[in-house]
């Protein structure tokens, strides 16, 4: 093999190896939580409480509060939910799939804020307790990304796209919807059931592998692509 041609080669391989790292995404592994709006904020904690910051979040603005909460169930309870802030319009639980289990409810599998039809949960404070019609569910697994990291990756927002995680247990996530906004920072969230699965950590990185569709709730395209994926 010649000079040239052994040349040529390496710059194969190190072009395929910057484009590989340029597909990498680092994940967080989110447990259960809550969202709670400004009005359920005061009556869990009391007239006029405002949450305190703990730590931030990874998400820019985004903090864990030093507030917890119980979330009750019809078969069970779990205490020492973290409450996440600041306050949002529409109060929301997220829970995994195993913690429906403690509490004897079936969550859906939603996108964040697609609340519509779903389980109905107790949540007590403090100072009160209420009880949300719909409100509970598993987070579907998503990532977040700045606009310059859109464009990095060639996806736009409401994209889905399969990421590959390497390691003892090797795993591929397909169907994971892509949340593009200024305010985000680039980030893949899973529930704490899909990490233990596949033995994956806070800050592991995965790599994108594909772009594609995926059913929507009534088993066609969700994304509207014609067919592109």
Known sequence: MDRATIKALVKEVVQNTIQASNKQVPIAVSNRHVHLSPEHVERLFGRGYELKRQKDLSQPNQFAAKETVTLIGPKGRIQKVRVLGPARGQTQVEISLFDGFTLGVTPPIRQSGDLAGSESITIMGPRGQITLAEGLICASRHIHMHPDDGERFDV???????????????????????????KYRLEMHIDLDEANAANIINGQLGEITAIKCAPDREGGCGCGCKGNG
Do not use: C, F, H, Q
């Open 156 to 182: 736009k927002d409401g994209d889905m796209v399969d990421i590959k995680v390497e390691g003892p247990r090797s795993v591929t996530y397909t169907n994971v919807l892509i949340r593009i906004s200024p």
